[in-house]
């Protein structure tokens, strides 16, 4: 009675190529799904936030319908007791006057503004998404944005959020393709192992009692 064997040994292969088909599904993860591992963490340790232009405080800005217009070159809308880890912010807006620059500054609690934690931007003439990355993630008190540095901008801003979460870019035609050279790759493996190994017994042709 040898027909335990087979299955022990045939069990043994199907084990083997499971473990083959799970390192390649985390392989794939880790090399073209990197965006969902970090949405995941992002998720997990740092808390999204959203503002709209009437949460923040305006400075030298002039809010008419929607739009804030520039009374002087150095406007700005401060959002106080943010009090969160940020790692990036994002905000939609748009300037009325081509080759204005923005700045986005942050500081600590009990902190003033500063230069050196700044980041310096270019403004868009059309409804754009900024996304800003800081040099490494920090407590943050407050956040100013000097949306324009030129009299008589007029901005229109949606939104800012704190900590954003990375769009996932789900490719299916490549999903499609990385797996079918998987299955192909598999199945090449088998039928090299099986002309390496002629003689073994598979459980449909096992009729040894």
């Not at 009090?83 to 807006?93: A, E, L």
């Amino acid at each position: 009675m040898v027909w335990w064997k087979n299955i022990f040994e045939n069990g043994r292969e199907f084990l083997f190529y499971g473990f083959l088909v799970l390192i390649i599904f985390f392989a794939d993860i880790l090399l073209f799904q990197r965006e969902l591992i970090s949405n995941i963490f992002w998720d997990q340790n740092y808390k999204e936030q959203r503002f709209s232009v009437t949460d923040g405080e305006l400075f030298q800005f002039k809010l008419n319908n929607g739009k804030l217009i520039a009374q002087s070159n150095d406007p700005n809308i401060t959002f106080g007791n943010v009090n969160v880890r940020i790692g990036r912010i994002s905000f939609v807006c748009k300037n009325s006057i081509p080759g204005a620059v923005g700045q986005v500054f942050y500081r600590k609690t009990n902190e003033p503004f500063s230069e050196s934690h700044s980041i310096i931007y270019e403004t868009n003439s059309n409804l754009n998404n900024k996304i800003l990355d800081f040099p490494a993630v920090q407590a943050v008190e407050s956040l100013r944005f000097d949306l324009t540095n030129l009299e008589n901008d007029r901005v229109v801003c949606r939104e800012f959020v704190i900590n954003p979460h990375s769009p996932i870019n789900f490719n299916l035609k490549g999903l499609v393709l990385r797996l079918t050279i998987y299955v192909c790759f598999l199945f090449f493996a088998v039928l090299m192992d099986a002309e390496c190994n002629p003689t073994k017994t598979f459980l449909s042709g096992s009729d040894d009692f």
